[in-house]
């Protein structure tokens, strides 16, 4: 993670929070043209696949195919809607800056776009990432609660050393989770819903484990951020997760002092299994897209 000090050489007006203008005006016709691109590929998967929510929210907050949206014109949409904000950072941003967004209703969105040769996998996480992956799903007023709630945590987590539970939590759902429809399970995570390939892997391929979420054993579980999930959880319905997390964790994290740690692609005996994985892929075979 780049100091402050370093990323001011690169942006000189960068805030305290991180947060830089999108200067949307230098995008170039070539990075709309990536974003086009990147946009119709997953037009052409999501449906079937990412739950309606997902697609709704796309819809409603007219992030369209054409070009990189402008974030103050989408906040604007999405304020109406549930009173979040979308802010241009320059990449990832520290823990405790992260949280003190998220727990104000601000979502911080890298603003570059990936080079035309990354678009199946990048490290960092661009705007199409941030802002095609995880503004839709912020549409949603029972979802955008829960990310308020995921700050207000973060920086409690964060004072208790509970950090690395509680990013499992994150990775698992707002990443990359899975829903059960009457349809079919569907994807909202955004680390999913900005990859073509995994978009169709999650839901659809035999190789890996798709469990009930639980939220112990989630925070138990390891993750993978090199390759695609070795196993997915599934909640019922967005109401579930809110009401599973919205809760006071300290005598979880109390729990979590002791006790197993879970490998990503462990199965238990008490896990509520949609689907047992086959595991048939080689390891290394498939590359996440971020
Ligand atoms: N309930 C959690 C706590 O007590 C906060 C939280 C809410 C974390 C929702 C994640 C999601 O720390
Ligand atoms: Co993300």
């Not at 005006?25 to 052409?44: C, G, I, N, S, V």
Request: charged residues 30%; proline residues 6%; contains cysteine.
């Amino acid at each position: 993670m780049p100091t402050i000090e370093a990323l001011r050489a690169r942006h000189p007006e960068i805030r305290d929070d991180f947060t830089i203008d999108q200067h949307w005006a230098r995008y170039t016709r070539a990075d709309h043209e990536t974003w086009r691109t990147l946009y119709r590929r997953m037009e052409k998967v999501l449906p079937g696949r990412a739950c309606d929510e997902f697609l709704n929210g796309l819809k409603a907050l007219k992030i369209g195919d054409e070009q990189i949206p402008d974030m103050e014109r989408l906040s604007d949409e999405l304020y109406k809607l549930t009173r979040w904000r979308v802010v241009a950072v320059p990449s990832l941003v520290p823990d405790d800056i992260f949280f003190e967004h998220l727990a104000n209703r601000r979502f911080p969105a890298g603003y570059f776009i990936r080079k035309p040769e990354q678009l199946d996998y990048i490290e960092e996480p661009d705007v199409f990432h941030d802002v095609f992956g995880h503004v839709p799903m912020l549409a949603l007023p029972v979802f955008a609660d829960y990310m308020e709630a995921y700050g207000k945590g973060g920086m409690r987590a964060q004072g208790l050393g509970m950090l690395p539970n509680l990013a499992r939590l994150y990775w698992y759902t707002v990443e990359f989770g899975l829903i059960a429809k009457p349809e079919g399970l569907r994807l909202y995570g955004s680390g999913i819903a900005s990859s073509r390939a995994e978009s169709i892997y999650s839901v659809e391929d035999a190789s890996p484990n798709r469990i009930h979420f639980d939220l112990e054993r989630v925070m138990r579980t390891k993750y993978r951020i090199d390759d695609f999930q070795e196993s997915y959880f599934v909640i019922d319905s967005f109401d579930e997760l809110f009401g599973e997390t919205y809760k006071d964790f300290g005598p979880l994290y109390a729990r979590l002092q002791s006790g197993l740690t879970h490998e990503p692609g462990t199965i238990l005996s008490t896990d509520r299994l949609h689907h047992r994985g086959t595991h048939r892929y080689q390891p290394g075979s498939h590359r996440a897209s971020a």
